[in-house]
């Protein structure tokens, strides 16, 4: 067993990165009534337009099955509706309610706050460099996951 200390691994050092990020997101969106799932589908769905429980579900890297969980709840609180799809009866399309826009566009303010502070902490080069070097962790990441295990 190698002698580096476990809090220097890179992978240890990504995870408390990405458990930072998610402790700020979710305080903020908790203030709004949101997760993040449900927050990652309302923006998802301002961008791209009215999509599928299937589409949203691969878009934000949940399973169909929570997908749906997470589309009920939306709908329940009138932030999304959904409508049969013109091509396919059985299938339903959500949209962001005026609500639903109006309750994104407080909580991405806040979240945004949070990019802009990231982005403001490095020089250009070194954010350049930190998103090139980020994506290759990301492709080494992906590309070390067993087949099968992944979502």
Same mark, same amino acid.
């Given at each position: =067993?190698?002698?580096?200390?476990?809090?220097?691994?890179?992978?240890?050092?990504?995870?408390?990165?990405?458990?930072? %990020? =998610?402790?700020? &997101?979710?305080?903020?969106?908790?203030?709004?009534?949101?997760? =993040?799932?449900?927050?990652?589908?309302?923006?998802? %769905?301002?961008?791209?337009?009215?999509?599928?429980?299937?589409?949203?579900?691969?878009?934000?890297?949940?399973? +169909?099955?929570? =997908? *749906?969980?997470?589309?009920?709840?939306?709908?329940?609180?009138?932030?999304?509706?959904?409508?049969?799809?013109?091509? &396919?009866?059985?299938? +339903?399309? *959500?949209?962001? @309610?005026?609500?639903?826009?109006?309750?994104?566009?407080?909580?991405?303010?806040? $979240?945004?706050?949070?990019?802009? *502070?990231? @982005? @403001?902490?490095? @020089?250009?080069?070194?954010?350049?460099?930190?998103?090139?070097?980020?994506?290759?962790?990301?492709? $080494?990441? $992906?590309? +070390?996951?067993?087949?099968?295990?992944?979502?």
């Amino acid at each position: =067993m190698p002698d580096v200390p476990v809090d220097e691994y890179l992978c240890t050092r990504i995870r408390r990165a990405e458990q930072a %990020l =998610m402790a700020h &997101h979710e305080a903020v969106l908790r203030g709004h009534g949101l997760t =993040m799932t449900q927050y990652t589908v309302l923006l998802t %769905l301002s961008r791209e337009g009215g999509m599928s429980a299937a589409q949203l579900a691969r878009a934000c890297g949940v399973t +169909q099955q929570s =997908m *749906a969980s997470v589309l009920s709840n939306l709908e329940g609180k009138r932030l999304i509706g959904r409508a049969p799809s013109p091509t &396919h009866a059985k299938v +339903q399309i *959500a949209t962001p @309610t005026d609500q639903g826009r109006d309750v994104l566009d407080r909580a991405y303010d806040e $979240v945004i706050v949070l990019e802009r *502070a990231l @982005t @403001t902490a490095f @020089t250009p080069a070194e954010h350049a460099s930190l998103v090139e070097l980020l994506e290759r962790a990301t492709a $080494v990441l $992906v590309d +070390q996951t067993p087949a099968g295990r992944s979502r």
